[in-house]
């Protein structure tokens, strides 16, 4: 049945020609990232998308992906995702209300509009990328989030980060934020859960996001590891735990990871934490120069949403674009995707 869309994605796009663009995350099954025009990771791919000329962006990714490739597109591209159901559980652990909530709960304390830069990771919805541009704020991946908090503290004087928990704590702290200077605010709790001395005290005050996949990455997986091949190297994603970064060598995002394993010597042995999809990609590429790749977790995580594109909806979607119809259009509402521009464009501009 796979071979079957595979050659009817094929045929769709002899007949599509250029009027499409295929932009896959690295995370995409492999049966849909043989298609690619272009892989990357979240920046990458934002960026591409702002340049393509396509007049069909087709977006084989998760959804907040595909709202950012409509709005840094111009209006008369459309973005589409092959199925609708592709979102992100972490995207969708902040929501709207609940940072607006949070941003009146804090001017209890002070005036978050002076005090405070909301960042949120590009991991989320658009009118979260609009609520940080209307409110001073900016937007950030896993490849700049670093850069991205110093930009926020040059301007004000703490940073609300929302909604992944994780790559807030590990950027702050490469930073040289003491952790002590950070605080969890938990959406579900009055105030965050927190005392108003210590919203008063802290420089960053983390959403209680996650990711659901990389919080299967465990310290003990790189114990066992380092034990049994002490020459070895560790690479893991942002999104995985404190500790999982501090123990790891390297720490990237899926592009930086995929780059770095690429340039090491030959012969040499990495544990990868990061989605299974990308590892058993990068280990077959790398093999026939003695690198073996090993998957961080004991169990088998793959990111269920990322997979939920699969090449019959991809057939379904380019072949109904062959016919003149367009399925499965993202389109942020026009108000909303002029103050998510201005959160983006800042993190262009500063990444
Ligand atoms: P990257 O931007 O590193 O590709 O990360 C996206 C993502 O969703 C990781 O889980
Ligand atoms: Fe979202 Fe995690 Fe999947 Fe990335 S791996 S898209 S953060 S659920």
């Not at 043989?34 to 892989?39: G, P, R, V």
């Amino acid at each position: 049945a796979d071979r079957a869309a595979g050659e009817r994605i094929r045929a769709a796009r002899a007949r599509l020609g250029d009027k499409v663009v295929l932009l896959c995350h690295h995370y995409q099954r492999a049966d849909v990232y043989a298609h690619a025009d272009i892989t990357g990771d979240s920046l990458k791919l934002s960026r591409l998308a702002s340049q393509s000329d396509a007049e069909n962006i087709v977006f084989c990714g998760v959804h907040f992906m595909a709202e950012v490739a409509d709005i840094l597109s111009r209006p008369e591209q459309v973005s589409i995702l092959p199925d609708l159901a592709a979102g992100c559980s972490m995207a969708d652990m902040a929501s709207l209300a609940k940072v607006e909530r949070a941003w009146r709960e804090l001017s209890a304390v002070l005036d978050p509009d002076q005090k405070v830069t909301p960042v949120t990771y590009i991991n989320s919805a658009a009118d979260l990328k609009a609520f940080c541009g209307e409110h001073g704020g900016i937007v950030c991946t896993s490849s700049n989030a670093t850069k991205i908090l110093q930009w926020s503290f040059a301007q004000r004087e703490k940073v609300l980060f929302f909604p992944d928990q994780h790559l807030g704590r590990w950027s702050g702290y490469k930073m040289g934020i003491p952790l002590d200077d950070m605080v969890i605010w938990n959406p579900d709790l009055e105030l965050g859960g927190l005392t108003r001395e210590q919203i008063a005290k802290a420089k960053i005050i983390l959403w209680h996001g996650y990711c659901s996949v990389h919080q299967m990455f465990q310290p003990k997986d790189i114990l066992k590891f380092r034990n049994q091949h002490p020459d070895g190297f560790v690479i893991s994603h942002p999104e995985c735990s404190f500790e999982v970064c501090k123990q790891s060598d390297y720490i990237g995002s899926t592009e930086t990871i995929l780059q770095t394993v690429k340039a090491a010597p030959p012969n040499t042995r990495w544990l990868v934490g990061t989605e299974l999809n990308l590892v058993e990609r990068l280990a077959e590429e790398v093999k026939h120069e003695g690198k073996i790749v090993q998957f961080m977790a004991g169990t088998i995580c793959m990111c269920s949403t990322m997979q939920r594109i699969d090449p019959q909806h991809l057939a379904w979607t380019l072949e109904n674009l062959a016919e003149g119809r367009v399925v499965n259009q993202i389109k942020v509402p026009a108000h909303e995707a002029k103050l998510a521009k201005i959160a983006l464009e800042r993190m262009l501009a500063v990444s």
